[in-house]
């Protein structure tokens, strides 16, 4: 029973250490010489990068986000250990958020959550990803397509009769709702960024020459 607990406390411990990696500030810092601290939307994570440093450095932070919730989740696998997977999976979203590498400060932790439902239901992960692009489609912006993506799995998840996933589903979409307050706040005034493509981007650039 002790050395079960040991192990659970390890594996926790290294999932954060894994969400806590700063991909997109490290990167900035170290490859473009920039803080995305001081640019944009001031956050390190995806989004951000893609605006600020381009997509060849958006692309490498989204998928080493991704990677460390999905590492994190396969620990149980790795150790041997009945755990659940997601239970450990949750810390490394924990660490993206308060990065113990970043005064405890971090992003909003939405590639590192799909990266732990892709280790856990790789099915539900590609729904997920199908549900997130007819969002942007739709909207042209990053943050509704994240906002909608998080509740829809936990949606989906309650269907299914799966309750670890629906319980640390509410959770993470209460998080990714509340450090969201300001974009959601933007939403409603009409004043989010917008990505370059997309219906909302047409209809916005279209309110603009009317």
């Known amino acids: 029973m002790l050395s079960q607990l040991v192990l659970t406390l390890v594996m926790i411990l290294i999932a954060y250490l894994l969400g806590s990696i700063p991909s997109g500030l490290w ?15 001031g956050n390190i994570g995806t989004t951000n990068t893609f605006r600020i440093l381009g997509n060849k450095a958006g692309t490498i932070v989204f998928i080493m986000d991704v990677l460390k919730g999905s590492l994190a989740t396969c620990l149980p696998y790795l150790f041997h250990s009945p755990i659940n997977p997601l239970f450990i999976g949750f810390f490394a979203a924990v660490g993206h958020v308060f990065s113990i590498f970043d005064h ?16 856990y239901n790789p099915l539900l992960f590609l729904v997920g990803v199908v549900i997130f692009a007819i969002t942007l489609l739709l909207t042209s912006m990053v943050s509704v397509g994240s906002l909608v993506v998080v509740l ?51 209809l916005r650039k279209k309110h603009t020459k009317n």
């Open 27 to 41: 990167i900035g810092l170290y490859f473009y010489h920039k803080d995305l601290r001081r640019y944009g939307s």
């Open 104 to 119: 405890f400060k971090g992003g909003k932790a939405v590639a590192t959550s799909s990266g732990v439902l892709l280790a």
């Open 152 to 202: 829809s799995i936990t949606i989906i998840a309650l269907i299914q009769h799966d309750w670890i996933l629906s319980l640390l589903g509410i959770v993470i979409t209460i998080g990714v709702y509340y450090l969201h307050r300001s974009n959601i706040q933007r939403i409603i005034h009409g004043q989010e960024s917008m990505v370059s493509f997309g219906l909302g981007q047409y």
